[in-house]
């Protein structure tokens, strides 16, 4: 079912992509990263730098209908699926594929999803024997086997368990859980009793009747299961952390043995479900939100089992949705697509075929991928510019006036200890183990979630591997890791806009360069600062320099909380704080080194702009999208990262190179004065 890869702490660029065509990846590097033709240059840069540089662009690029959001990402992203496609295609050429060969698994996973026909003959049959095993449950303990059963397949109903590093012995795993449970993005769209919420909340309430209907149930049945599952989801939500208490690590590391854990959480059976996770001797375990387990210890004794019950067929069958016949499909679509994100039609199913594909075997997609179309001159000159950045950020630490010399001494040697990992793994995964039929799609990823558990679930106890990825090859997105101190640039967002072999110096420090400057700042900003430089949760500042940077940060937060759109909505800037830091700090640190590689020499200008202005312009058209309204006030709840406008239209303004770059002026909307301009790093 469902893979689930959780890494709760790093950190990174974006959260969504997801469309264009493969022309125009072929333009030229500079027409395609500083093109005239997509400003709007009736607005001021000072006004809306944004739309300045994007206004055009984003007038003539509406949101595709199977889209919520459309942007630089989105674009990249879909060249990105068609390259994948293309390599399918290429192993379903081969009949021969040995069995039990990646060619063979990749090729009977993807058309095994392609064949609707089977899927929509099995219908809900392919989940029957789960949930007939869920109908009669009799007591508390197979409740407890139940659950466990259910994890390890890939479901999640109640909490997550995953192996992690131990954030205070990050050279070893242990276990961790970690709470879960809800169908809805947030606890406030259980808790707050607003309209557009409550909008929602009745809109989620028919969806889980709807599917309780399909798999056979009368309508009044289906609306009492879907009024169950809401009001146990609901007391889960009043026991949660909030995102906001999510982000704080000191509160969400809480390492305790299985019988400290029996003591705080006693009405769940831990050592029935750890014995039937396969893991009898659990040993060290984060409870990440204590608040979390305890209520639901309580919620044990509270809610009687055939309400239980009623909530874990839910998960199974929401958790099954996309993957059974049309009927389903679209059921979840309308919910999840249409009501809270705004889309109007559902992406072609090949694409959605080779998303689970490649989320299910994606490093063996992905050592495909980078033998096709990753050169390895890209890597190299990678290289060259996070070791510009790294040397940029060093520099800038030490002419910092607000930390002392100690602990910048510390931040010094953090600094010099981050590993980078570019392009794709040295060491790929093995697929031996796993299973794949060519006549049973949902078999397949039941089995693929198998594997993906067992692989996490053996860690446990053991030291961390340190060459594994948190992201597959082919994926457009970077990461920072606090736990591993390190960041990792997949080959996926390796390509125009975001770097470009071709391209001058100003652009690609101004895209890929911000981005490299931004996952570095990761590990110095509000959680990543709490992590040394071995990846130990550990306080290396001392309280004078944290106050000050506290001061500091609280003065950037308030930039982003009075920041609107929507006519009313504003951007939360604690919820944000960690991207905001890095945002800020990627264009500073980027920008340094952009300026160092010029050796004082002063580049010409191109297209009638000076390197400096490309810098910003690269910057702001990387964050270029279109977006729904019902996605964007989605984000703006449940997204540790601000909104793409706010991206660029705030940290270039606390830069004061950027006032003279584009002859902003005060009164103009966006203008901060100098003394109110936020340096942290």
């Known amino acids: 079912m469902k893979k689930i890869l959780f890494v709760p702490l790093a950190l990174a660029l974006l959260w969504a992509v997801g469309a264009c065509n493969q022309q125009q990846k072929k333009q030229t590097s500079m027409n395609e990263a500083i093109n005239p033709a997509n400003m709007d240059t009736n607005v001021l840069p000072g006004n809306n730098f944004y739309e300045y540089v994007n206004g055009t662009w984003i007038k003539d690029h509406p949101v595709p209908p199977e889209y919520s959001s459309y942007g630089a990402f989105t674009v990249l992203y879909e060249n990105n699926q068609k390259e994948l496609k293309d390599l399918i295609d290429e192993i379903s050429k081969k009949k021969d594929a040995p069995m039990g060969s990646v060619d063979q698994k990749i090729r009977d996973l993807f058309n095994s999803g392609m064949d609707t026909a089977r899927i929509n003959a099995l219908g809900a049959s392919v989940i029957d024997p789960e949930l007939k095993t869920i109908q009669n449950i009799k007591n508390q303990k197979q409740l407890d086997v139940e659950v466990a059963k259910l994890h390890a397949t890939g479901v999640h109903p109640l909490f997550y368990f995953y192996a992690g590093a131990d954030e205070k012995n990050s050279s070893m795993e242990i276990a961790n859980l970690h709470q879960g449970g809800l169908g809805l993005p947030d606890v406030d769209y259980y808790l707050k009793n607003d309209a557009p919420i409550k909008k929602i909340r009745e809109a989620y309430v028919q969806y889980i009747a709807k599917l309780f209907e399909l798999k056979g149930d009368s309508e009044k ?242 030291p961390v591997d340190k060459t594994e990825w948190g992201m597959t090859p082919q994926t457009v997105n970077a990461y920072y890791n606090p736990s591993n101190n390190e960041i990792v640039f997949p080959a996926g967002i390796l390509q125009p806009p975001f770097f470009n072999k071709d391209a001058d110096d100003a652009v690609n420090y101004g895209a890929i360069g911000v981005v490299i400057g931004h996952e570095m700042t990761h590990g110095f900003d509000d959680q990543g600062r709490k992590y040394d430089k071995e990846g130990n949760m550990n306080d290396w500042w001392t309280k004078e320099d944290a106050e000050r940077f506290a001061k500091k940060t609280a003065e950037l937060a308030k930039e982003y909380d009075h920041y609107t759109l929507l006519d009313s909505l504003h951007v939360n800037g604690d919820l944000t704080m960690g991207e905001n830091i890095a945002d800020l700090g990627g264009l500073n640190i980027a920008h340094d080194a952009l300026l160092r590689s010029y050796d004082g020499k002063t580049p010409k200008p191109i297209q009638g702009f000076t390197a400096d202005q490309r810098f910003f312009l690269s910057y702001a058209t990387i964050w270029r999208q279109s977006i729904r309204p019902k996605e964007l006030a989605k984000r703006l709840k449940t997204d540790v990262h601000s909104p793409a406008e706010a991206r660029v239209n705030i940290p270039p303004f606390n830069m004061d190179v950027f006032y003279k770059d584009f002859a902003i002026k005060p009164g103009e909307k966006l203008y901060i004065a100098p003394d109110n301009r936020v340096k942290i790093w």
Do not use: C, H
């Open 221 to 462: 049945q289906a609306q009492k299961a879907a009024q169950q599952v809401l009001e146990l989801e609901t007391q889960l939500a009043k026991v949660s952390f909030t995102r906001l208490e999510r982000r704080n690590p000191e509160k969400n590391y809480n390492k305790m043995s299985l019988a400290k854990l029996e003591k705080i959480s006693p009405d769940f059976g831990w050592a029935t479900y750890f014995t039937n996770l396969g893991l009898k001797n659990p040993g060290d375990i984060n409870v990440s939100q204590l608040r979390f387990f305890k209520g639901v210890s309580k919620l044990m004794k509270e809610i009687p089992l055939s309400q239980w019950k009623t909530y874990l067929e839910w998960t199974v069958l929401n958790d099954a949705a996309p993957y059974m016949s049309e009927p389903f499909v679209q059921a979840q679509f309308d919910f999840y697509g249409k009501t809270l994100s705004g889309q109007q039609q559902m992406r072609p199913r090949w694409k959605r075929v080779l998303g689970a594909t490649s989320g299910s075997m994606g490093e063996a997609l992905g050592k495909l991928y980078v033998a096709k179309y990753f050169p390895p001159e890209s890597k190299q000159r990678m290289l060259t510019l996070v070791s510009n950045l790294r040397a940029a950020f060093a520099a800038r630490i030490k002419k910092l006036d607000w930390m002392s010399e100690g602990t910048k001494e510390k931040a010094l040697a953090k600094l010099e200890a981050i590993t980078v990992k570019i392009g794709y793994p040295d060491k790929w995964r093995d697929y031996s183990d796993l299973k794949i039929v060519p006549d049973n799609y949902f078999q397949n990823l039941e089995n693929a979630s198998k594997f993906a558990f067992e692989f996490n679930l053996n860690k446990v106890g053991k």
